[in-house]
């Protein structure tokens, strides 16, 4: 318990024990990386599991060719400072302004620095600390969520499979997950490819267990021109409307204040990585992801109906796992 409230207000930070973390526990962060011409899209995800089988890992996403890469370690080869955002598994190294990469095995080679310029955090206050509001400081929450950096500026270069692609002057994005398991089921969405520079969006819907019963919770956040619109289930916003086909994704929610309406369009050819994600026995759960979608974004005022931003994201991450059995159901339960 007191390690959970000393990093309550830092979400960035690593949040288990380095020795004898009684399982089950997963944390792991997740870097998108984008090159400025937008042809080589990343992700890098660092991350321990406690759990049967305890281990570190680095997965490696290869959005623009859909291929992924589970680097397994021992768990004594993870590392966390405990005041500071800073983790490393064996030779890799991330924190809040950068990432060094050191992977070097039959599957895969990977190496390189990469710089973060000017990260724009999710605001941290004692009443909401970070992007799941006052729900982090609930201490049985089964999946706890954080955004380390909605949008900054990429500089260096990485040596993936014999190429050396500069990702300077292109974009990242990071955030992170840690408790017992994922959800049973969820859609998350994140871009910060607009043209207006610098605009960000992410969200996700999931179901979340809530002592003997659940119910659909949702975290949104848009930032634009420096202003962070939030629509949350904690903040009173409510869910308008929410039809996943095979395709899109049509979802619009508001509160008394704005309207936002987004519609996700898969990329070319639906094609996902599969991703390893935590359950509470095992790094098993098989998560597609795509970083092809796009999302057009649509923030209105109430009352007056003013257009404050219009707009599509490009490279968009993509998530939707599980959702026709029970999630859809209880979003919009038949009449």
């Known amino acids: ?59 490696v996403l290869d959005g623009a060719r859909t291929l992924v890469h589970y680097h397994e370690y021992p768990v004594d080869a993870f590392w966390a400072a405990e005041d500071r955002f800073e983790v490393a598994v064996g030779d890799n190294r991330f924190h809040q302004d950068g990432l060094t990469l050191a992977v070097d095995n039959a599957a895969q080679r990977v190496a390189g620095q990469l710089q973060f310029e000017g990260p724009v955090g999710w605001p941290v206050t004692f009443a909401s600390p970070g992007i799941m509001g006052w729900y982090a400081w609930v201490p049985f929450m089964e999946c706890y969520h954080g955004v380390v950096s909605l949008d900054h500026a990429l500089h260096g270069s990485l040596h993936i499979d014999g190429r050396e692609i500069d990702f300077s002057g292109g974009r990242g994005y990071t955030e992170k997950d840690w408790g017992r398991s994922f959800p049973e ?22 179901i979340i267990p809530w002592l003997r019963t659940t119910f659909p919770g949702f975290i949104i956040g848009l930032w634009h021109e420096n202003r962070l619109y939030r629509f949350a289930t904690y903040t009173g916003a409510r869910g308008e409307h929410l039809l996943v086909r095979e395709q899109t994704i049509d979802w619009v929610v508001g509160d008394k204040d704005h309207r936002l309406e987004m519609f996700v369009t898969q990329g070319p050819g639906s094609q996902f990585g599969l991703l390893k994600g935590p359950t509470a026995v095992e790094m098993g759960k098989r998560v597609a992801e795509t970083l092809s979608a796009t999302v057009d974004v649509r923030l209105t005022r109430r009352g007056d109906g003013r257009v404050l931003y219009q707009g599509t994201g490009r490279h968009a991450g993509l998530e939707v796992h599980e959702v026709e059995n029970r999630l859809l159901k209880m979003v919009a339960p038949p009449g």
Not at 19 to 39: A, I, L
Request: charged letters at 20%; a positive charge; aromatic letters at 20%.
């Open 1 to 59: 318990m007191r390690r959970f409230l000393r990093n309550l207000l830092h979400p960035d930070r690593y949040h288990g024990r380095l020795r004898g973390q009684k399982p089950p526990f997963f944390e792991g962060w997740y870097f998108k990386c984008v090159d400025k011409t937008e042809q080589h899209r990343f992700a890098f995800i660092p991350g321990v599991f406690w759990g049967e089988r305890p281990h570190a890992f680095v997965q």
């Open 185 to 206: 089921a969820w859609i998350w969405f994140q871009t910060n490819h607009f043209d207006h520079l610098g605009t960000s969006l992410t969200g996700s819907i999931a």
